[in-house]
């Protein structure tokens, strides 16, 4: 018995509430699956009719590992369906989760809420009936309480219609597990029927232990980018460490594994490397500075702005070691960059470290080859300027100065040997510290890394 179908016999002993989900991005299509296999009837809603088409033909339209499985099965239940229609939305659910996208508004650090406050309003003019409309979105603290007037405003139900903040935790690459067994849920309420509303819509992950934190909604809405700050600030901290390790001749590795050793310290997040990238952290830790300044606190939370240029800094000092094995020169030079995606095990390449070494190199006069196991396609979208192989080995022919930019297991397991028959010269930049040293030198590979001597 699956891990879904248990959960659900374990629990649904009231009417279980009709889920929508609105937006079907990487957030939305992840939930409104995962909610449809755990058992809930579930309508997908997007203003993008391909998107909506792709999705209802079984097809996933980005890289998650295990999502498209469950997507078929979900299909073949009958309790998943998609549409365009808000109007169709606001008829059927019950529970309508707001899944769509905050990126960062153009021109500055502020989080853009344009596809939120429309797809609130334009949800809230079909909801003639009791309903609770529950962001996920990741927001600046504030937004619920405003959306929250807009939709009793605009809702034809008026007061009836309740609003709540759920934020989502996910990891691409992870995103399934982190959907069906969440460390913990957190429920931002104005009321006690909210709440009933919320546990309603989690009883199968709530019946299998998942903590759930229940407070009001400007905690649920500071939860994510209080997380993801504390997140970046613990991957900039030692990288900053791996900045005085390179001129004090000491080995950020030892430094790292040492003080994982400190239970009040611990090791995850305490990887030296190229940094983070994709598109959460960046865009939400200049958020929470953008509205903390806003709300006059700016000074409590202004290190996120180091943090953020000590991330930036990793890119640079990535392309002046790739140049320091090329010579001293990279025009001419010829470059492998191994990784594309933000992360492994996903094809975001928003806010890409990878993609963003990659197109320095290539600004400075390399010819840059790039490869990765699924970004690839995403990669040539959007920078169609660069080189681009199917896999490693091939990428790798004749190059002067191979990178590894994206920790794929792939690149990590590398036979040494392998790729030094069809490089010209064995010199290899370690970004982000997935390699073993010792093997590649002994292969007669000339090795460097951030923050090692």
């Known amino acids: 018995m699956s891990t879904a179908h248990a959960l659900l016999e374990a629990t649904m002993t009231a ?4 889920l929508t989900v609105i937006g079907t991005g990487y957030l939305g299509a992840t939930h409104a699956i995962c909610m449809a296999v755990l058992g809930f009837d579930v309508l997908g809603v997007d203003v993008d009719p391909a998107k909506i088409e792709r999705l209802s033909s079984g097809e996933v339209p980005f890289f998650e590992p295990g999502l498209p499985e469950l997507l078929a099965k979900a299909l073949d239940s009958g309790r998943l369906r998609f549409t365009t ?32 406050d429309s797809a609130v309003e334009e949800l809230a ?7 609770l409309v529950v ?3 990741t927001v600046p603290v504030g937004t619920a309480a405003r959306l929250t007037e807009l939709v009793q405003r605009v809702a034809p139900a008026g007061t009836e219609v309740e609003l709540a903040w ?12 982190d959907t069906l067994r969440p460390d913990r849920l957190v429920f931002g309420t104005d009321s006690a029927w909210a709440e009933e509303q919320l546990r309603a819509a989690f009883e199968p992950i709530i019946t299998q232990g998942t903590p759930v934190v229940v407070t009001d909604l400007a905690t649920a809405e500071l939860v994510k980018v209080a997380a993801n700050s504390f997140l970046a600030t613990k991957i900039s901290y030692i990288n900053a460490m791996a900045e005085v390790c390179e001129v004090a001749g000491a080995d950020v590795t030892g430094l790292a594994e040492a003080l994982a050793y400190d239970d009040r310290i611990g090791g995850r997040f305490l990887k030296p490397g190229l940094g983070f990238g994709g598109g959460c952290l960046p865009k939400d830790i200049r958020a929470f500075a953008h509205r903390a300044e806003e709300l006059g606190v700016g000074q409590a939370v202004a ?21 320091e094995l090329a010579g001293g020169e990279l025009a001419g030079a010829r470059v492998t960059a191994l990784g594309a995606a933000f992360k492994p095990n996903s094809d975001d390449i928003r806010d890409a470290p990878a993609l963003d070494v990659a197109m320095t ?5 390399a010819h840059v080859t790039v490869t990765d196991p699924a970004a690839t396609e995403n990669a040539q979208r959007a ?3 660069l080189t681009y192989d199917t896999d490693a080995i091939s990428a790798a022919g004749g190059a002067d100065v191979v990178v590894l930019l994206t920790e794929w297991s792939q690149f990590r397991e590398i036979d040494p040997e392998a790729m030094g028959a069809v490089v010209a010269q064995r010199r290899i930049v370690d970004g982000r510290h997935a390699l073993e040293p010792a093997e590649w030198r002994a292969a007669g590979w000339e090795y460097r890394a951030l923050g090692r001597p």
């Open 15 to 18: 009417p279980a509430p009709r």
């Open 85 to 116: 229609s808000f109007e169709e939305a606001g008829e059927f659910g019950d529970v309508h989760f707001i899944c769509v996208g905050t990126p960062q508004r153009k021109g500055s650090n502020a989080a853009d809420l344009t596809y939120v």
């Open 125 to 131: 003019t079909h909801l003639r009936r009791r309903a």
């Open 135 to 137: 962001g996920k979105s």
């Open 166 to 177: 759920n934020p989502e935790f996910l990891r691409e690459g992870y995103a399934v597990d």
């Open 303 to 323: 290190f996120l702005r180091e943090v953020d240029g000590i991330n930036l800094r990793r890119r640079a000092r990535t392309v002046d070691l790739v140049r």
């Open 361 to 365: 190199l290539h600004r400075l006069g």
């Open 383 to 385: 920078f169609p300027e």
